[in-house]
């Protein structure tokens, strides 16, 4: 089955700096990769996602960029907020999703 | 729309009782997931139904059964509670199955 793995396990930013999150995934068939965040106590959310059979995807300050060879894809938050604190998680699959273990990010304003 | 509804909210269990988690979605989405999550860690899918009418074991099945009782709705059960399933569990939805995942609020289960 699909393995994700997901660093750092925790993230410190100073409020407007950029933060990146990294995943792998082993399965070469996955062909979705969505990432969620998740705020204390609350549901996950979709963020943004990516397929295959694109590079990159923007949406306003988020960013996800997806490496097919490497088997690898990273999350870009740029000017970060304090309400940007939170957990995010990757996933990849193509019939069921795989999550990644998670990162809490803490932006200090 | 309620998106997706998920009973009961808490629930605690003697080690031995069984019981039922349910799920229920407005969106009229055909795939529907059931994921627990433990304490700093990620989700991890139990069981799923691609469509209504096909069911498909997750990471870690073992220990839960679950029927796609129509479209909109899709349960989990426990047979025999185990403190190892004391966790956040999670349904979610989806209009095919790598598409965007819907979540419902969760139902946090001890177990003793």
């Known amino acids: 089955g699909e393995n994700v793995e997901q660093h750092p396990s925790t993230l410190s930013v100073q409020e407007g700096d950029s933060a990146v999150i990294k995943c792998t995934y082993s399965?070469?068939?996955?062909?979705?990769f969505p990432w969620y965040k998740q705020e204390l106590g609350k549901r996950p959310q979709l963020i943004i996602d990516?397929?295959?059979?694109?590079g990159e995807k923007k949406d306003q300050r988020i960013a996800v960029t997806l490496n097919k060879t490497a088997k690898h894809f990273s999350l870009h938050i740029t000017e970060t907020q304090p309400e940007d604190s939170a957990v995010y998680f990757c996933a990849a699959g193509r019939r069921a999703l795989t999550f990644g273990s998670g990162t809490r990010l803490q932006v200090q304003p | 729309n309620a998106g997706v509804t998920q009973t009961p909210k808490f629930q605690v269990l003697k080690t031995g009782q069984s019981m039922t988690l349910q799920c229920a979605q407005d969106m009229n989405h055909n795939s529907m997931y059931w994921y627990r999550q433990d304490p700093g860690m990620g989700l991890r899918l139990i069981y799923y139904?691609?469509?209504?009418?096909?069911?498909d074991k997750g990471e870690v099945p073992n220990g839960y059964n679950v029927s796609r009782l129509n479209k909109r709705e899709f349960s989990l059960r426990l047979e025999s509670a185990a403190p190892s399933q004391t966790s956040v569990y999670f349904c979610?939805?989806?209009?095919?199955?790598?598409?965007?995942?819907?979540f419902g609020p969760g139902t946090r289960l001890t177990v003793t």
């Open positions: 979610a939805s989806s209009d095919a199955p790598v598409y965007e995942q819907y």
């Open positions: 990516i397929r295959s059979n694109v």
């Open positions: 139904s691609a469509s209504e009418g096909t069911t």
């Open positions: 399965d070469s068939a996955s062909n979705y």
